[in-house]
């Protein structure tokens, strides 16, 4: 079982910058990869961005360019770096983490950009 502890989110006006934080429970390298979604009520939860356990990155075309996603195993926190915020981007984020068949899933960290 793994605990994962989103942090970060809150208000920002288009084209700003949010960092949003994961803390894991445990080593995050014991996964096969983390990764960041987001949910807007009433929508379907939707990718935004992915670290394998290898460090190899995918992010989802409306965020390419603008978001980074990277890890400290140090400290055994997953990060999303997001710049050039868009009133699009608003919506609750959520920290994943994966191995085998089992996913972990935090409670969610909201981002409300304004314009």
């Known amino acids: 079982q793994v605990q994962l502890v989103e942090s970060g989110g809150g208000l920002v006006q288009a084209g700003g910058a949010l960092r949003l934080s994961c803390a894991a429970s445990?080593?995050?390298?014991?996964?096969?990869?983390m990764g960041w979604y987001r949910q807007v009520q009433g929508n379907q939860r939707e990718f935004v961005a992915v670290?394998?356990?290898?460090?190899?990155?995918m992010y989802a075309e409306s965020v390419k360019g603008r978001f980074t996603i990277f890890r400290d195993n140090d400290k055994n926190t997953l990060y999303l770096q997001m710049n050039t915020l868009k009133p699009d981007d608003t919506a609750v984020y959520y920290c994943?983490?994966?191995?085998?068949?089992?996913?972990?899933w935090g409670q969610g960290t909201q981002v409300t950009v304004s314009s």
């Open positions: 994943n983490g994966f191995r085998d068949s089992q996913s972990y």
């Open positions: 445990r080593n995050i390298l014991s996964l096969n990869g």
């Open positions: 670290i394998s356990k290898s460090g190899i990155t």
